[in-house]
């Protein structure tokens, strides 16, 4: 099964933050020993990257998480381009923007979201995990 990072989770697991739930946690170190594919959207590293500047002052634990994808394999960016937009199109007009970009790349890739969104989990046709 393929799963996909939400924002919180990717920064949460970044920082060992205890609200990452042990199944977040658990899929995570999954996909860094390869044992499952797991996504990150462009819009989830911007709105990383925004988190760590705002809250940390620095993007060190981003950068260095960039610099080490190439030891996980398992472990896709995934582009905003222009399959994800037509996708988008298709997602519940309800939810924020950078939802709809998430929720597209996911069923792109036929993923399972990493997240603890309340509404991205009630939103129809989008699967999740927290």
């Known amino acids: 099964m393929n799963y996909l990072a939400d924002t919180h ?3 949460w697991y ?4 205890r609200r990452l739930s042990t199944v ?9 020993k390869n044992s499952i594919t797991l996504y990150i ?3 989830v590293l911007a709105e990383t990257e925004a988190v760590f500047k705002k809250k940390y002052q620095n993007n060190a634990r981003l950068n260095l998480f960039l610099q080490s994808l190439s030891l996980y394999p398992a472990i896709h960016l995934y582009p905003f381009d222009e399959e994800v937009f037509v996708q988008y199109m298709t997602t519940p007009s309800h939810l924020e923007i950078h ?9 792109l890739t036929k993923s399972v979201i990493i997240t603890k969104d309340s ?3 009630k ?3 989008i699967k999740t995990v927290w």
Do not use: C, M, S
């Open 9 to 11: 989770a990717l920064v």
């Open 14 to 17: 970044l920082t060992g933050d």
């Open 24 to 32: 977040a946690d658990e899929l995570f170190q999954q996909a860094e």
């Open 41 to 43: 959207p462009t819009i």
């Open 99 to 107: 939802d709809r970009i998430i929720a597209a790349t996911a069923q």
């Open 119 to 121: 509404i991205l989990r």
């Open 123 to 125: 939103a129809k046709d």
